[in-house]
T-cell receptor
Framework: GAGVSQSPSNKVTEKGKDVELRCDPI?????LYWYRQSLGQGLEFLIYFQGNSAPDKSGLPSDRFSAERTGGSVSTLTIQRTQQEDSAVYLCASSPWVVSGANVLTFGAGSRLTVL | KQEVTQIPAALSVPEGENLVLNCSFT??????LQWFRQDPGKGLTSLLLIQSSQREQTSGRLNASLDKSSGRSTLYIAASQPGDSATYLC???????????FGTGTRLQVTL
């Protein structure tokens, strides 16, 4: 696609429910990143994918969070047994892979999650 | 652990003024630094990317500088316009995976 597409754009759920957030990266981008932006805080890294593998999951805040990527394309971030502190905007970004580290990330519009 | 700080947190200026946004980081071992713009309800737009070996980058009315040894970067916006109103974020890349550490941003409002 022309840009990074995320769905849903807004999600309201009850505490304890599971949620899935979807990211459709730019076609051909091999690197995919998930970030979280909580109210009053900066963006924090969650996980990144190179192809279908996730070399760095260090930012996932707990084992309730998981992510997968299939076919080197779409990624799903799953939050199980949601808590109120999970309320945030979840941003996805993709990039063509550049070994030098000079990746320029293109971000999606984000999925706003509200846990009641 | 890398920490990124942005000053000021908010800024309001009249149209036409030149302005400077500041970003500081604690670990100078970076690959690059990026400045982003975030509009309400939208994603991030990359404005400028400065490699660690570079001192500055320019794009139109925007100029970003990098002093890696002192852990500082500035974003200079010339002749500000109301359309420049947004939150500006700086982010440093300290790994080959381009995992970014973000500052908390400067919210800019340019008034008529």
């Amino acid at each position: 696609g022309a840009g990074v597409s995320q769905s849903p754009s807004n999600k309201v759920t009850e505490k304890g429910k599971d949620v899935e957030l979807r990211c459709d990266p730019i076609s051909g981008h091999t690197a995919l990143y998930w970030y979280r932006q909580s109210l009053g805080q900066g963006l924090e890294f969650l996980i990144y994918f190179q192809g279908n593998s996730a070399p760095d999951k260090s930012g996932l805040p707990s084992d309730r969070f998981s992510a997968e990527r299939t076919g080197g394309s779409v990624s799903t971030l799953t939050i199980q047994r949601t808590q109120q502190e999970d309320s945030a905007v979840y941003l996805c970004a993709s990039s063509p892979w550049v070994v030098s580290g000079a990746n320029v990330l293109t971000f999606g519009a984000g999925s706003r999650l509200t846990v009641l | 652990k890398q920490e990124v700080t942005q000053i000021p947190a908010a800024l309001s200026v009249p149209e036409g003024e030149n302005l400077v946004l500041n970003c500081s980081f604690t670990d100078s071992a970076i690959y690059n630094l990026q400045w982003f713009r975030q509009d309400p309800g939208k994603g991030l737009t990359s404005l400028l990317l400065i490699q660690s070996s570079q001192r500055e980058q320019t794009s139109g009315r925007l100029n970003a500088s990098l002093d890696k040894s002192s852990g500082r970067s500035t974003l200079y916006i010339a002749a500000s316009q109301p359309g420049d109103s947004a939150t500006y974020l700086c982010a440093v890349n300290t790994g080959t995976a381009s995992k970014l550490t973000f500052g908390t941003g400067t919210r800019l409002q340019v008034t008529l």
